[in-house]
């Protein structure tokens, strides 16, 4: 018999020392897709929603999808934006059920105004409608931070295995796949999470070389195989600019029935991971340190773009991505042939759309949201070489084909350097970013990109050396004793030990 399956997306990432409030328009200015259009946008692309559309198909499902919506990471989700979603899915679920299943992918860090734990309310929501017998499963990110209350809600509970995120198409089909199963009555899934004292673990979930992260995957995999009736296991890295009860890493265990040598496995991992603490794979840089080696590699005649990363002021972790002091640094040493993408500046990137392609005027740029941590706006002669409205569609490989509104968007030149401004915030993690405005990052000696990490998987493969920035301003910094936690349960790593 065909199964009828509700297939719905409500993301975030919430940075609650972001002072940016995440509402309706925070959502319309990334993604909002209703109904019909969540298929007819999403098909085809390397997300959950394009895997789970792919799934309903070949497992024959009747589905529904009342909506998509996904903000870029920033303040606390308003409550107005959190009913509203909830009640577009909880209508759909009462106005066309019974339905057979549910897929909620999610990213597993949000919070709202009225509830610290956005994926566990709307979880609730969902249960009160369909009860404790339809199955519900859900899709995370890895920088999810899950709470009990989530594990409970839900049947089946998997994440991201990647950072960069290149594998969310593969995660959602495994849950696709698990999910036909306990619909047609063969398994009975059962979600185990366990965590530790930690605000962030696991080198931030990094798998871009070998480390703590794909240590501890080994590790579960491993106790996976050797465990029967083991369905899924993940490891969450956690979100740690969050201050909220939970926060922080967790393994989490899909299995048979309610077996405690499945929770066992997520304790064994979590041990593991809370022994490699210290450990991390990356090293962040001052921006002098970071310049002077540039400096060093062009006069040897680099022949591949060297990339420089301003990691606490990443729009993908709720970075405002106006942060000037990158770029400031960046202009003042003259670089050669170089590229900065992007600045959020909607101001100035209709400053530039006014005055037209090829004048040259003084911008006051960046800096606006938040003067004080951000280093303040920069005033810079320049020339606009490029403007554009703004839209495209990821080439990938992460999200690829996924399509990106800028909204009104300019390139300007000062001296060697063009500077992407966009009107929206996004964390600049494909080269269409630049390639979109007449810029060939291939052909670029420097690149500056606001992103922490997701950059490598597109940037990685054309660049000759990677150098990340953590004191360039901003609310992603891993400086996290400068930030005021109040909420998080203490003691805690590393606020509180080593
Ligand atoms: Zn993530």
């Known amino acids: 018999m065909t199964k009828r399956v509700l297939i719905a997306g409500f993301k975030h990432e919430t940075n609650t020392f972001s002072k940016l409030p995440t509402d309706l328009a925070a959502y319309k200015a990334r993604t909002y897709y209703r109904d019909d259009e969540v298929a007819s946008k999403m098909r085809g692309t390397a997300t959950e929603i394009g895997a789970a559309l792919d799934a309903a198909e070949r497992h024959g499902w009747s589905i529904r999808h009342p909506i998509y919506a996904n903000a870029t990471p920033s303040g606390r989700v308003t409550k107005d934006m959190h009913d509203h979603v909830t009640q577009a899915i909880v209508d759909a679920l009462k106005a066309d059920g019974p339905f057979d299943g549910v897929l909620l992918c999610l990213h597993g860090a949000m919070v709202c105004e009225h509830d610290e734990d956005g994926e566990g309310r709307l979880l609730?929501?969902?249960?009160?409608?369909?009860?404790?017998?339809?199955?519900?499963?859900?899709?995370?990110?890895?920088?999810?931070?899950?709470?009990?209350?989530?594990?409970?809600?839900?049947?089946?509970?998997?994440?991201?295995?990647?950072?960069?995120?290149?594998?969310?198409?593969?995660?959602?089909?495994?849950?696709?796949?698990?999910?036909?199963?306990?619909?047609?009555?063969?398994?009975?899934?059962?979600?185990?999470?366990?965590?530790?004292?930690?605000?962030?673990?696991?080198?931030?979930?990094?798998?871009?070389?070998?480390?703590?992260?794909?240590?501890?995957?080994?590790?579960?995999?491993?106790?996976?195989?050797?465990?029967?009736?083991?369905?899924?296991?993940?490891?969450?890295?956690?979100?740690?600019?969050?201050?909220?009860?939970?926060?922080?890493?967790?393994?989490?265990?899909?299995?048979?029935?309610?077996?405690?040598?499945?929770?066992?496995?997520?304790?064994?991992?979590?041990?593991?991971?809370?022994?490699?603490?210290?450990?991390?794979?990356?090293?962040l840089l001052r921006i002098d340190e970071a310049l002077a080696r540039v400096k060093t590699a062009l006069a040897q005649g680099v022949s591949a773009p060297i990339v420089l990363a301003d990691y606490a002021d990443n729009p993908g972790g709720g970075g405002y991505g106006d942060a000037t002091r990158l770029l400031g640094a960046m202009i003042e040493a003259d670089l050669p042939d170089a590229a900065f993408g992007t600045i959020y500046d909607p101001e100035a990137a209709l400053a530039c759309k006014n005055a037209g392609l090829g004048s040259t005027f003084r911008l006051e740029l960046g800096g606006k949201v938040d003067p004080a941590v951000q280093g303040g706006p920069l005033s810079l002669m320049g020339t606009v070489t490029a403007i554009t409205d703004g839209k495209f569609a990821m080439e990938g490989p992460m999200t690829r084909g996924t399509r990106v509104d800028m909204g009104p968007a300019a390139v300007f030149s000062v001296g060697r350097i063009d500077i992407v401004i966009a009107s929206a915030r996004y964390q600049n993690y494909d080269r269409m970013y630049f390639k979109s405005m007449g810029i060939d990052p291939e052909k670029k000696k420097v690149l500056g990109v606001k992103s922490a990490h997701h950059f490598r998987a597109a940037y990685g493969p054309i660049s000759s050396q990677i150098m990340v920035v953590d004191d360039g301003g901003g609310v992603t910094s891993r400086n996290y004793k400068d930030l005021d936690y109040k909420n998080v349960r203490r003691p805690v790593f590393p606020l509180d030990m080593d």
């Open 124 to 283: 609730q929501a969902v249960r009160d409608v369909v009860g404790p017998d339809v199955p519900v499963a859900m899709t995370l990110d890895l920088h999810a931070n899950v709470t009990d209350r989530s594990a409970e809600l839900c049947d089946i509970m998997i994440s991201y295995r990647t950072y960069p995120h290149v594998d969310q198409y593969e995660i959602a089909t495994q849950a696709c796949d698990l999910l036909a199963r306990t619909m047609a009555g063969e398994i009975h899934p059962k979600v185990h999470v366990r965590r530790r004292e930690m605000l962030d673990g696991a080198d931030h979930g990094r798998t871009t070389s070998p480390g703590p992260m794909t240590e501890a995957l080994a590790t579960l995999d491993k106790l996976l195989k050797a465990t029967p009736g083991t369905y899924a296991g993940s490891i969450n890295a956690g979100f740690p600019w969050v201050d909220i009860h939970d926060t922080g890493p967790t393994c989490i265990v899909t299995g048979e029935g309610d077996n405690p040598a499945h929770a066992q496995i997520a304790e064994q991992v979590m041990e593991q991971i809370w022994r490699d603490r210290n450990k991390l794979t990356i090293n």
